[in-house]
């Protein structure tokens, strides 16, 4: 259903994203795969409780680090 449903914007953007495919293939690797095999191997040293923290806390840890290193700020949309 959600390929149906992104489909039409999915033809909009394809220019955009052949032209980004060294970003693309970038995130794929490095800021998701390689990321998350090292958080798996990381667990063998810390609980399951604090593996458990961390995982709900990452929304917070991604809030912070975005403020300190971007100067992002989070703000309520209205309409």
Do not use: D
């Not at 917070?60 to 700020?73: A, D, V």
């Amino acid at each position: 259903m959600g390929l149906i449903w992104s489909n039409t914007e999915l033809i909009e953007e394809w220019k955009s994203i052949n032209e980004n495919w060294g970003v693309t293939i970038y995130l794929r690797l490095v800021a998701t795969a390689l990321v998350i095999w090292l958080q798996t191997i990381a667990q063998r040293w810390i609980g399951s409780e604090e593996a458990a923290l961390l995982y709900t806390l990452e929304p917070i840890f991604g809030e912070k680090f975005s403020y300190w290193l971007l100067g992002e700020q989070l703000a309520i949309l209205l309409g």
